[in-house]
Each structure stands twice: as C-alpha cells, then as structure tokens.
C-alpha cells in the first residue's frame, strides 16, 4: 500500500503546486496590470479577459469560431495522419517505390510550408478547405516520417521468426509491421496536434470569413486586445484537451509496454 | 501426439530411413575485398524421424548460417537439403525454429502469441484457443495466459516461445542456442522442460549449441563442427538412458566419460579458434 500510497500523494503534490504556478503568474500579470506597469490596452489582463467571455458567447461567435478553428484542425489532423500512414506503407513496404520517392519527400518538407498558406487561399478558397489542406500538410509530414522510421527498424528477429511461420505479405503488414509501428505512428500525431492548430490558424490569418485566427486577426486591427486574448484562452484550452485524448489513447494502445514512470528521479 | 505415432513406426519399420539429410552443403559470404569467405564447406549429415541430434561448434563457426540453409532461409552455394525423399528450396511448414532471439511480439500476450502462427495458419479461432490453452497449461505458464512479454521473466518467455512454434505441430525442429541468453538456473529448467516435452511427443529435433554438457545432455547424437569453414569434424552417439534429469546427469559417470572424450575433438577448435 505505502509505495502505492507515496505514488499518489506525490501526484496530488504536482497537481496543487501546478495550479498554484499557474494562478501565480496570471495574479503577476493582473498585479502588473492593475499596477500600471504594463499598459492593459495593449497587454490585456486577466480579469478583463474573463469580462470578455459572457459578451464572446451572447453574441454567438464564441461556439460560431471555435468551432469553425476546431473542424478545421481535426479534419487535418485526421486526413494527414491517414495520409502519413499510408505514404509510409506503400514507401516502406515497397523497397523500390520508396528509394524513388522519399528524396523528393524529404525536399518538400524542407520547404517552410507556411510559406505557401496564401496560394492554398488562391487555390482553395476562402472556405474550410484551404486550412484543412494547410493543416494537413504538417501533420502529414510529422507523421510519414515517424511512421517510415517505425517501419523501417521493426526487429528482424521477429520478422524472420514469423516469416519461417509462412505468413503472406498482408499478414505481415497487419500482425507484425502495423502493430510495431503504433508508437511511431503516436509520436507523429503528438507532434501533429500542435501542427494542425497552427496550419488552421495560419491558414485563417491568410484570408478567411471564419475561425478564430480570423477574430485574432480582426480583434487586433481594432485594438480589441481582450478579445485576442480570449481567443488565445481557447486555443489554450484546446491544446490541453488534444493532449489529454492522446495521452488516454496512448495509455490503450500501448499498455504492452512496460511502464515508464516506476523510477522516479535519479 | 499423432505426430509420435506416424513418426515410432516409421523408426521401426526402416530404423535406418533418414527424414533430413544435408547433402554436401557449401557456403560462403561475399566480402569487402571480392573474395568470398567460405563459411560452410560441404557439410554432410543426416537425422532419423524423432532423433534429437545436437550440433556443436565455436562461436562463429557457422552454425547458425548452416542452420539458415537448413531452415530454406538462405540458399546453399552447392549441395542440398533433403527433407523426406524431396530437395528443400523454400520454408517449409513442417519446420519449426526457434531462435536464441526473443522473437514474441511484445504487443500480444502470451495467449495471443501462441495463437500467432495458428492465426497465420487460418485455423478457426476456438480450435486456435483450445490448443493454445493446453499448451499454455503444459508449460506451466497458467495464470499468465494474459500476460505481455514484459511481464514474464526470461524463462518463461522462452517457454512461450517454444509452445508457440509447437503449436503449428512441426515434424521437425531446430533451435538455434534457444538458452544462449538465459542464466545457469533458467538454462538447466528448460533443459528439463525440452527433455520432458521431447519424451512426450516424439519429434525430430535438430539443437545447435556452443555448449557440449547442454548437447550431451540432451541429445541422441552430438556432431562436430570445425571452426570457419565449418565441416563435421566428428560424431559421437549418446547412448545415456532416458528419461534424463540435467541436475543428475552432471554427476554420471558415463556421462562424465562421454563428455571428456567429446571435448578432446572440440578442444583443438576452441584453442585454434583463440590463436587465431
């Protein structure tokens, strides 16, 4: 019991002194604020960004953006893992196809891909499109190349020992390579959240009617600074909760693995 | 268990009928330089239906290549390997391997791994439990059945590694220092799992080891093999009565007179192999 107990008093302790952290630098920056040190025109403070909700939500925008931002990464998120995975397989798989074409993958993620969020606009619209392409494309990237890392260091042993058990070339991809590859694949979509909210908002700054990079954007030519910060409250929020679902998918798919957290600090 | 029928009578009916034969098996890797470098050099020998034969040779003398060729892994640079009457060219499905590696998939417990080469097999999914649950019990691993790798200790591993290649039911095995990992302790119980497992179903069994006391103890018949290029130095039949026990075979006097005169081939290779 005591080394269980010890175990979840210490987690109790991290979660009270993280909360504490946290409202002590938002109690600086209203201090900061309220004091006159900083300007609260240009650097908003907490309790004015809590005053800005109510009036965010009567008007109908608050759900109206959110969710306009939250369907926009999802849907990347979703298409370019999808995407990452499979371009992965076929390079992986196909030994051939793979020293082809990866070169020219690995010249494409060199090119910084925020740099082509205006064309997307051209191209796709000012419509939902254009960011889920945006956002796709850097979760694609993250993905492939963790997932062809995975794929390419499955144990050899394994695969000679379940070849000499005479498994076809599709039982190999799904008993063996897919299954190994699920820590990879998880790493590139931990990477990917964070990416699929940038594509989004960046794609939402280049031209849009919608999202809240679009109120960011707007807010901060009318000096509405709260109003961005309240935007920022939510992407906040939203990142935490990506992370969350995550982490829990994470703990289900890879509870093969023995635990890392039974150490400690050293 | 029908397999130790078919395979007693076969034994008596032609007590000299060879199930596998290697027949002047060559091998070499290419190297840096161009010239090959000749690992195996025509390496001949043959093992009777449920014969359990040990090879024994160095450390990097070509067991494990030969034991590649044997499997249909690798392909001989000439001669062949013969299994019933019919040349060997690809993997065949009455061969069971098992390897010094630990090759459980880590994301499938113990059951699902047993179950692994049945699934491959397309045997339906309550014949696949049943089999897998017998002979989960049998190796004494009950209680673990939904257990992952990690959470077995090295033996056990081993043991479900084993059951998991006598799930498919080969007619003949080959272990590749299946114990070469494992502690003194863990080595000598799966010794006694092996003798135990092979004395219930008869099968063939083909043990590749650096280790002689290992091969003695548990073979029928212990061959040779020189340093690189590995060729079957010498043969000694095992004549020690069964069943055996590991832990009093050591102190045997018979066993003790076998393994010196053995050692004194294997010697002049281990002390060779150091001056080279």
Redesign the interface.
């Known amino acids: 019991m005591s080394s269980f107990g010890r175990r979840h008093q210490e987690r109790a302790a991290q979660v009270v002194c993280r909360a504490a952290l946290f409202l002590l630098l938002v109690g600086v920056w209203e201090f900061l604020a309220r004091s006159g040190v900083l300007n609260a025109f240009y650097s908003s403070q907490p309790s004015r960004i809590l005053l800005d909700f109510p009036d965010f939500y009567i008007s109908g925008n608050l759900f109206k953006h959110t969710a306009v931002t939250l369907s926009e990464a999802l849907w990347g998120l979703l298409c370019g893992t999808l995407a990452g995975i499979a371009a992965a397989f076929l390079l992986g798989m196909f030994d051939f196809l793979g020293k082809v074409i990866e070169p020219f993958i690995t010249a494409l993620y060199g090119i910084p891909k925020l740099a082509l969020a205006p064309i997307f606009v051209l191209w796709f619209g000012l419509g939902i499109e254009s960011k889920v392409i945006m956002s796709g494309l850097l979760v694609f990237f993250l993905v492939f190349f963790s997932t062809y890392g995975g794929i390419k260091s499955v144990?050899r042993?394994?695969l000679?020992?379940?070849?000499?058990?005479?498994?076809?070339r599709m039982?190999f991809i799904f008993?063996?390579v897919l299954?190994?590859c699920?820590p990879w694949i998880l790493a590139g979509v931990r990477g990917g959240l964070g990416a699929s909210l940038i594509g989004a908002i960046v794609g939402e700054y280049m031209g849009a009617s919608a999202g809240l990079g679009w109120v960011i954007s707007y807010a901060t030519s009318f000096f509405q600074v709260d109003r961005v910060m309240s935007c920022i409250v939510i992407l906040f929020l939203i990142g935490i909760m990506f992370n969350t679902v995550l982490k829990r998918l994470e703990r289900r798919l890879l509870?093969?693995?023995?635990p890392l957290d039974c150490g400690g600090s050293w | 268990m029908n397999q130790a029928v078919t395979c007693a009578s076969t034994a008596v009916s032609a007590p000299d009928s060879s199930q596998f034969i290697v027949d002047g098996v060559s091998y070499a890797y290419p190297s840096e330089n161009g010239m090959p470098i000749p690992v195996i050099a025509n390496v001949s020998f043959s093992v009777r239906p449920c014969e359990f034969v040990a090879i024994v040779g160095t450390s990097g003398c070509g067991k494990s290549t030969l034991l590649n060729i044997m499997?249909g892994?690798l392909k001989p640079l000439s001669g062949s390997v013969i299994l019933d009457g019919r040349p060997l060219n690809r993997?065949s499905?009455r061969?069971g391997?098992i390897?010094q590696?630990?090759?459980l998939?880590?994301?499938?417990t113990t059951l699902a791994n047993v179950e692994?080469?049945m699934?491959?097999?397309r045997i339906p999914a309550a014949e696949r439990r049943e089999k897998a649950l017998a002979l989960i019990r049998r190796a004494e691993l009950a209680g673990f059945e939904h257990a992952?790798?990690?959470q077995l200790s090295g033996g056990m591993r081993k043991r479900v590694d084993i059951i998991k290649v006598l799930a498919?039911d080969p007619e003949i095995i080959f272990m590749d220092e299946p114990f070469a990992s494992l502690d003194v302790f863990t080595r000598e119980m799966l010794q006694s799992y092996i003798l135990s497992l092979w004395q219930e179903t008869k099968r063939t069994v083909i043990f590749i080891t650096h280790d002689l006391t290992e091969a003695i103890m548990l073979s029928d018949r212990v061959l040779i093999l020189t340093n690189r290029p590995a060729r079957v130095k010498a043969e000694h039949a095992v004549g020690l009565a069964r069943p055996r026990s590991p832990a009093d075979l050591r102190f045997d006097p018979e066993f003790i007179h076998l393994h010196r005169r053995i050692w004194d081939d294997l010697k002049d290779e281990v002390t060779r192999q150091g001056a080279a």
Request: charged content about 20%; hydrophobic content about 40%; aromatic content about 14%.
């Open positions: 144990d042993n394994i000679t020992s379940v070849r000499l058990m005479g498994a076809t039982q008993k063996v299954p190994s699920v509870r093969w693995r023995p | 499997a892994l993997i499905p061969i391997y390897s590696f630990d090759t998939l880590p994301w499938r692994l080469g699934e491959i097999r992952y790798p990690y498919l």
